[in-house]
T-cell receptor, first 109, second 114 residues
Framework: GQNIDQPTEMTATEGAIVQINCTYQ??????LFWYQQHAGEAPTFLSY????GLEEKGRFSSFLSRSKGYSYLLLKELQMKDSASYLC??????????FGAGTQVVVTP | NAGVTQTPKFRVLKTGQSMTLLCAQD?????MYWYRQDPGMGLRLIHY???????AKGEVPDGYNVSRLKKQNFLLGLESAAPSQTSVYFC?????????????FGEGSWLTVV
C-alpha cells in the first residue's frame, strides 16, 4: 500500500515563500504529482516528478528524492489567490494513484 | 475538465436506497479512478480500473461496487446508501504509460444521504 503524509495547514504572508513537504512509502513508485484545489472544484495540475531533482515552473517548483521518499512543493511570491489546498499524489507501477490528505495554505495580507 | 463527465452532479438519497454514479470519458483512456472527498480532506481512492473488464480496490472500497464493462465508462454503485457516504465524488482518467499532466478529472458529484 501507500502512505502519504503532508502537513495539515500552513500560513504565510503575501509575497513570501512557502514549502510544503510530502513523504511517502510505496512499492513500485512511478511518479509524484502536486495538485492545487480550491473549495468545491476539481484538482488542478501543478507539477509532476518521476526522476530526482527540481522541476521549476514559474512561481512553483517541485523537488523529488526517491531514495528518501520525499518531495516538496515550493511556492514563491505568494499571492492571495494561492490560498487553497495542495495535494501530493503518488502513482505506482500498477496504475494506482493515491493522494495525501492535503495541505491547506492560508495567505494573509 | 473536458473529456470526463460525471452524472449526476447532485443527488440526495435516503438511507438504504441504491444509486449509480456514471463516469464517462471520450479520450480512450485505459485507467479510470473513483475518489471521495470529505470536508477538509484529500481525495481517497475508492476503486480503480486499469482497463476494460478489470477493477481493483483502493483505500476505502467498503460499501461501494464498480464496473467497467466498456472502456469509456466507469460506474460506481452504492447498494445501500448510508449517511457516512455523504461526500463529493470525483472521477479521473489517464492514459497508460504516459507521464506528466495526463490525469483528467470530472467536475465532481455531490451526494447527500439522509
Amino acid at each position: 500500500g501507500q502512505n502519504i503524509d503532508q502537513p495539515t495547514e500552513m500560513t504565510a504572508t503575501e509575497g513570501a515563500i512557502v514549502q510544503i513537504n510530502c513523504t511517502y512509502q510505496t512499492s513500485g513508485f512511478n511518479g509524484l504529482f502536486w495538485y492545487q484545489q480550491h473549495a468545491g472544484e476539481a484538482p488542478t495540475f501543478l507539477s509532476y516528478n518521476v526522476l530526482d531533482g527540481l522541476e521549476e515552473k514559474g512561481r512553483f517548483s517541485s523537488f523529488l528524492s526517491r531514495s528518501k521518499g520525499y518531495s516538496y512543493l515550493l511556492l514563491k511570491e505568494l499571492q492571495m489567490k494561492d490560498s487553497a489546498s495542495y495535494l501530493c499524489a503518488v502513482y505506482d507501477s500498477w496504475g494506482k494513484l493515491q493522494f495525501g490528505a492535503g495541505t491547506q495554505v492560508v495567505v494573509t495580507p | 475538465n473536458a473529456g470526463v463527465t460525471q452524472t449526476p452532479k447532485f443527488r440526495v438519497l435516503k438511507t438504504g436506497q441504491s444509486m449509480t454514479l456514471l463516469c464517462a470519458q471520450d479520450m480512450n483512456h485505459e485507467y479510470m479512478y473513483w475518489y471521495r472527498q470529505d470536508p477538509g480532506m484529500g481525495l481517497r481512492l475508492i476503486h480503480y480500473s486499469v482497463g476494460e473488464g478489470t477493477t481493483a480496490k483502493g483505500e476505502v472500497p467498503d460499501g461501494y461496487n464498480v464496473s467497467r464493462l466498456k472502456k469509456q465508462n466507469f460506474l460506481l454503485g452504492l447498494e445501500s446508501a448510508a449517511p457516512s457516504q455523504t461526500s463529493v465524488y470525483f472521477c479521473a482518467s489517464r492514459v497508460a504509460g504516459e507521464t506528466g499532466n495526463t490525469i483528467y478529472f470530472g467536475e465532481g458529484s455531490w451526494l447527500t444521504v439522509v
